[in-house]
């Protein structure tokens, strides 16, 4: 831990006071009374969404109408922000698009990697991932297995098979979570995609708990796919569309079989036969939801104002300002810590096991605290830096330790599993 | 033709005084001087979607957050909005869901239906659709098929090849358009269902250019799955997520494919291998654009309140009113009509081939009559009787005997392909 960590709250004013970052609150709408620690789950609202949601829906759709789709630039709406989004992952341009859903996009890529391979190494029949992903990842796996009908089988990385071991000459594709959405542990992207590539493997990235928290090397890591969402980080918006990155290396190598009109290479010439557009293009399939994209560039541009480095140095600063705060306080207390120490493994949240996680975490929301219960038994806490500061973390863990030592989460009300997010 | 169909453009503005649905005008914006003929493509907007999306974008978004997902039934829209729609296409409730794209819903259908055909008739090995449909469903077929790699192959209907012909015993997978987005000819559900099943095939009815439009029985039909768009009449928004309908003879009989986290049978439960969900909700996969997909309950709401019944009635007189004026007037303007004059099988829109169609289209939306051009050579126009009426029609088809007996056409502004929508 870092010596220069504020340890008092008034220390942690004076720490938001010098925050060279601390002016991107005013960029969000947050409620009053609310700590919001629960950005990785979904962003906060851009004041500026609102601006911009009302411009797409009443002139450009009211008055613009179907001529929306050239003259307000729709059509060109997933390219121009995968564009804009690219310099978050370390990728280049006509790299990116924002279309569908995470899971979507880690079909088409899973898809395509084992179309690649399919030619390549056809003896190759296990797609790869880990018991502890994101369950959409595994279960998205588990439908291609099942449709493909080909002697495909799943593999799951866990305690008794570690990556290296389940590594081997069958694995065809494998697909991890860079920050685990439970842990917040991070992988190193360029040693596991060396290691991928080492033994003959493709590799998916699941940056979902990544773009916009951590810096991201897409390019430098050599990485083959990868995907992830708007709505935590990039404070997109509710369901706002997800991206997907393909190395250019790959791009033309094969078509994913999502193979829907906009990913045609000429969509208005009607033709009768699919022939996919060149690069990145042919990654996207049905027509997007356009309020729902657009209002992804207004959390684009705050993530892209401020500076990476610097959000990554306050992230580490805050996830390491409430562990030391949770840790010097927390006695007898069941308070596991499951978030990696190391800074080079660990994301920009912080989760905490406990035998109550349940109970806790709603008495916390019941306060303003809103943080993340994640099965089994954790507690999680997002730490933005855009637009939380030391302070909040500060009362955070005030609240926490209050629910814990008056026991508020055995109240009835703080147990009942209907209300689970 | 109905002989009580104004002739006149007095007529006409009498028939519009007389209209019982000529107040469902005053639900939606449309900008001044506009005569919107392209609500087939595009739907125009109702008023109460802006105060929808500031809802969600301000409060629910801005003030719930993640609390949302509950306290603003966030999880529940797709399901409660698809049980909404249901009564719009002749479907129960639990049966159709709003989610993802035309194309991607294609995609779950066509292989859900793959996926049953391939335990009952496993020699069948054909998808059949036609050369004419809209070319994202050709397009999606030759994904799955390219995807699967076992023998399967496609097969387009085209007049070489009628559909009876073309149905054989080696067909699995049937996908047509209801009603075809360029002709707006409209195939028998019922009837064409019915033969494919005497010749055990499996249905699915892309209803794109049907829902809102036409009266729609699916069950009646006893169809096997149907797909569509939100954003053409039923008003949902540029790009508003699809619906899909499967029928409770088929629903529990497979797991579709694009298996995300939002079809499992417990989302929640963060369980490390996937189990569908039971009914129409394992037609779910990845999280939703909620802005965009909350809007859809406006346009819906105007639908329902409005008598399809009497919707499909003002339909045809307004069909039958264009193409009647048209023909009265063309003489030598070598204007085709597309269109089938039979009332059972005419979808809401009317197309004429014209070899200038391109220039006249463009000379026709210059003068703020807003149709659609669609390759090739062909003017379309969609006819929607929630905001048109019959002095619209008149006007817009006199804008177009203007624009031919000018030859304003010709212009050099309005051959340029760079602007086709």
């Given at each position: ?353 406990h035998p109550q996680a349940y109970g806790i975490m709603q008495a916390l929301i019941g306060r ?5 219960y994640?099965?089994?038994h954790?507690l ?19 609240a926490?330790?209050d629910i814990l030592e008056t026991r508020e989460w055995d109240r009835p009300e703080f147990n009942s599993r209907l209300t689970v997010t």
């Amino acid at each position: 831990m870092d010596a220069s960590l504020p340890r008092t709250r008034n220390e942690c004013l004076a720490a938001d006071h010098l925050d060279p970052l601390a002016h991107f609150r005013d960029a969000f709408d947050l409620p009053e009374a609310v700590i919001y620690l629960d950005g990785n789950s979904l962003g906060a609202r851009p004041h500026a969404a609102m601006e911009r949601a009302t411009t797409v829906i009443g002139q450009e759709w009211g008055q613009g109408l179907i001529r929306s789709w050239n003259t307000a630039g729709w059509f060109g709406l997933p390219a121009r922000l995968g564009n804009k989004l690219a310099t978050l992952l370390g990728a280049g341009q006509d790299e990116v698009v924002i279309t569908d859903t995470t899971s979507l996009n880690l079909f088409k890529s899973i898809a395509a990697g084992l179309r690649i391979q399919r030619e390549a190494a056809p003896k190759r029949k296990v797609i790869l991932t880990e018991r502890d992903n994101f369950p959409t990842d595994i279960y998205i796996a588990e439908g291609i297995i099942d449709f493909l009908n080909q002697g495909y089988e799943l593999r799951l990385i866990d305690e008794d098979l570690p990556l290296d071991a389940a590594l081997d000459g069958d694995v065809s594709v494998i697909a991890l979570s860079h920050v685990n959405y439970r842990t917040g542990a991070m992988y190193d992207m360029a040693a596991v995609t060396g290691l991928a590539h080492e033994r003959g493997a493709l590799i998916v990235w699941d940056l979902a708990h990544s773009a916009g928290a951590v810096p991201v090397q897409l390019n430098a890591s050599d990485a083959d796919f990868a995907v992830g969402c708007t709505y935590k980080y990039l404070n997109g918006g509710p369901g706002s569309p997800a991206f997907i990155w393909v190395s250019k290396r790959l791009q033309q190598k094969f078509r994913q079989p999502l193979s829907g009109w906009w990913g045609h290479a000429r969509p208005f010439a009607m033709e009768d036969s699919y022939e996919p557009a060149g690069g990145i293009q042919r990654y996207l399939c049905g027509t997007q939801p356009m309020v729902s994209m657009a209002m992804i560039e207004c959390g684009l541009d705050i993530t892209l104002a401020a500076d990476m480095g610097l959000l990554r140095a306050k992230s580490l600063q805050l996830t390491d300002l409430f562990i030391s705060l949770v840790e010097t306080r927390k006695g007898e207390h069941p308070l596991e810590l499951v978030t990696p120490t190391d800074h080079d493994r660990r994301g920009s949240h912080v989760s905490y096991a406990h035998p109550q996680a349940y109970g806790i975490m709603q008495a916390l929301i019941g306060r303003g605290v809103i943080g993340d219960y994640r099965e089994p038994h954790v507690l999680r806490f997002g730490l933005t830096p855009l637009y939380l500061g030391y302070t909040d973390v500060y009362d955070a863990v005030d609240a926490l330790f209050d629910i814990l030592e008056t026991r508020e989460w055995d109240r009835p009300e703080f147990n009942s599993r209907l209300t689970v997010t």
